[in-house]
């Protein structure tokens, strides 16, 4: 899992379906969310790709994403957000989330 800027993210978010993990480095539960998006990142490694975005590093990309507490998991098909999660989330029901979605990616 990768971190992004602001300069990379529209790129990042345009094709396929990505997921993008909003947080910041003080914040607890983006923490706890941290070994949970890695294993996802590496189970579903061609199917789904997964960045962070620091809200302290990109304030402005937060603030146009509606990113209003950490942390904000959304993911992106084809550019277009699809699905938005706030707050710690279990893999489980992380995984039934993005279930949908990934079937027709």
């Known amino acids: ?26 914040c607890g539960p983006c923490k706890t969310m941290l070994p949970v998006l890695q294993r996802l990142s590496q189970e579903l490694d061609g199917r789904l790709s997964v960045y962070s975005v620091d809200i302290d590093q990109s304030p402005d990309l937060a603030a146009r994403q509606g990113v209003m507490s950490v942390p904000t998991i959304v993911l992106f098909k084809q550019g277009k957000a699809v699905e938005r999660i706030v707050g710690s989330v279990t893999e489980g029901n992380l995984k039934r989330k993005l279930e949908p979605h990934l079937g027709a990616s």
Request: without cysteine; glycine residues 8%.
């Open 1 to 26: 899992m990768r971190q992004i800027k602001a300069e990379e993210f529209d790129k990042a978010t345009s094709t396929g379906l990505v997921l993008i993990d909003f947080g910041a480095e003080w």
